[in-house]
């Protein structure tokens, strides 16, 4: 009876309620990249040591320190972090690659909010090519559509996931660059890996985009898993002076 009635109160002290009290807390939302059921995409990069940099064999490392820690008796955690302004998922600015603009303040701050959200269109572009001006026709994609985001071979071959940085990418070629700027209304141009110029024409792309601080370029998206279509893109950089680019969080909501 003794026993029996050890049992119970053993019992009563291991309740569901004590029990959940007991245990960690659950990260339940750790590596999530769809929410509102089924309606919003996170389409951010996670920022982690393994990332590729800009040509760099060891990826990222180690990039945020525990200044204070519970553990070592502060009363709270806080940490500090550093990074390139070009790290994962990230905007550029046009002082990216105009000096004279980075000298006249066209930093991250600088910016237009009303281009990095809003209506659109996500592409698949052909698997066999870099994107150049008769690739740009054959998406057809239609006046008035101002934000693209291409996806490209790059997403299939799971670049951003690997940790040594790889210069066979696919972005735009020169001539790619000039049709956009020449042929359509986009302002917000999208893509799926540390640039948004190829490799071996690295930079004549950037410059064609960015004379006229009307485009602004998104870099590095994580475009995996998603329908092509028409949807909102919501894009943020860090606000920054100085800064002529910034890692930021981008989401599309369909």
């Not at 980075?102 to 959200?117: I, P, Q, R, T």
């Not at 930079?203 to 998206?221: A, N, Q, T, Y």
Request: net charge positive; hydrophobic share 40%.
């Amino acid at each position: 009876m003794r026993a029996l009635q050890l049992l119970l109160l053993l019992g009563m002290l291991l309740s569901p309620v004590t029990l959940s009290l007991a245990r960690k807390p659950r990260r339940e939302n750790r590596d999530r990249e769809v929410y509102g059921n089924g309606k919003i995409f996170d389409i951010t990069h996670e920022i982690n040591p393994n990332m590729p940099t800009w040509e760099s064999k060891d990826g990222l490392g180690q990039f945020i320190w525990l200044v204070d820690s519970m553990k070592n008796g502060s009363k709270l955690n806080s940490s500090q972090f550093k990074l390139s302004t070009h790290t994962g998922t990230h905007i550029d600015a046009p002082g990216h690659f105009y000096e004279e603009y980075y000298e006249a303040g066209y930093n991250v701050n600088s910016l237009d909010l009303d281009v990095l959200n809003g209506p659109a269109l996500l592409v698949d572009v052909p698997r066999d090519s870099n994107i150049t001006a008769e690739v740009m026709k054959s998406l057809n994609i239609s006046r008035g559509v101002r934000r693209v985001l291409f996806r490209t071979l790059n997403t299939d071959r799971k670049l951003m996931f690997k940790k040594e940085f790889d210069s066979s990418y696919v972005a735009f070629m020169e001539d790619g660059a000039k049709w956009l700027v020449e042929n359509t209304d986009i302002k917000l141009v999208g893509v799926d890996y540390l640039s948004s110029a190829a490799y071996v024409n690295l930079i004549s792309p950037h410059l064609i985009f960015l004379k006229k601080r009307k485009i602004i370029l998104v870099e590095g998206l994580k475009l995996d898993n998603i329908i092509p279509g028409h949807y909102n893109v919501h894009c943020l950089p860090l606000r920054m002076i100085g800064a002529d680019g910034s890692p930021a969080r981008c989401i599309l909501v369909k």
